[in-house]
């Protein structure tokens, strides 16, 4: 199969990025398509749909092959620990690493070559993808069906932000579309799944230009996710 383009997101890496789509509808990203799939024909009717599927690669896991392929994986909304088959999860590390996003589409450049405006983006910048299907919500939306052991949107935690993250939030153009991104995307404790409660560690997650740092903190029996910082990257 042949890429048809590639994603430029606010995910420059890979940690810190939603486990599902729309969990973070702050995150932009642009779909830009690839000669000869830039022809703004290919794209002809699309602006009529809202939403749309996307059949990407996950370039960042590593291929697997016969020998290294294993049947069972990890789920971080299993706690990290416990083990379920590869095929019940939506696991990265899959056999032939292929994900499928549902994203909203946010608008059409099709000014030299075709470039779609995504919102609600759970891809890294580099993505390759292969395809791109309209959402048809009278076939597609199940409201009755069953989700296994992820029957719900996973729980958020609060998120304070320092005096100094406050300030570089601040000095940024962008900063009030900045910060609801990483509200958003912190709420969600990008951390390991097994590292669920307070701790002095300083993480670090890319969103952006920026490095935004944060810990975990204890705020009476709960956990609350501290922004220490936002430091630019150069």
């Avoid at 890979?14 to 486990?19: L, Q």
């Avoid at 759970?122 to 292969?130: E, F, I, M, N, R």
């Avoid at 029957?151 to 406050?166: D, I, K, T």
Wanted: hydrophobic share 40%.
């Amino acid at each position: 199969m042949q890429a048809i383009g590639h994603i430029e997101s606010d995910y420059p890496d890979k940690f810190g990025v939603p486990r599902q789509p729309g969990l973070a509808s702050a995150a932009c990203a642009t779909l830009i398509l690839a000669p000869p799939f830039s022809d703004p024909l290919s794209v002809r009717g699309l602006e009529a749909f809202s939403h749309l599927w996307l059949t990407f690669v996950f370039h960042l896991s590593p291929e697997h092959d016969t020998e290294r392929w294993t049947p069972l994986v990890r789920p971080p909304r299993l706690g990290g620990n416990a083990k379920i088959g590869v095929f019940a999860s939506r696991s990265t590390h899959r056999p032939n690493r292929l994900g499928l996003s549902l994203v909203e589409l946010a608008g059409i450049d099709t000014r030299g070559g075709v470039r779609l405006d995504l919102r609600g983006c759970d891809l890294v910048s580099g993505t390759p993808v292969l395809d791109i299907k309209p959402y048809l919500p009278w076939v597609e939306a199940r409201p009755e069906a069953s989700a296994g052991f992820a029957p719900e949107a996973p729980p958020q935690l609060p998120v304070g932000y320092s005096a100094e993250a406050e300030t570089a939030l601040a000095a940024r153009s962008d900063g009030a579309s900045l910060r609801e991104l990483i509200t958003q995307v912190l709420a969600q404790d990008p951390r390991p799944a097994y590292r669920n409660g307070a701790e002095e560690r300083i993480y670090g997650v890319r969103l952006r230009d920026v490095d935004v740092r944060f810990r975990a903190e204890a705020t009476g029996e709960r956990v609350r996710i501290q922004v220490v910082a936002v430091v630019d990257v150069a």
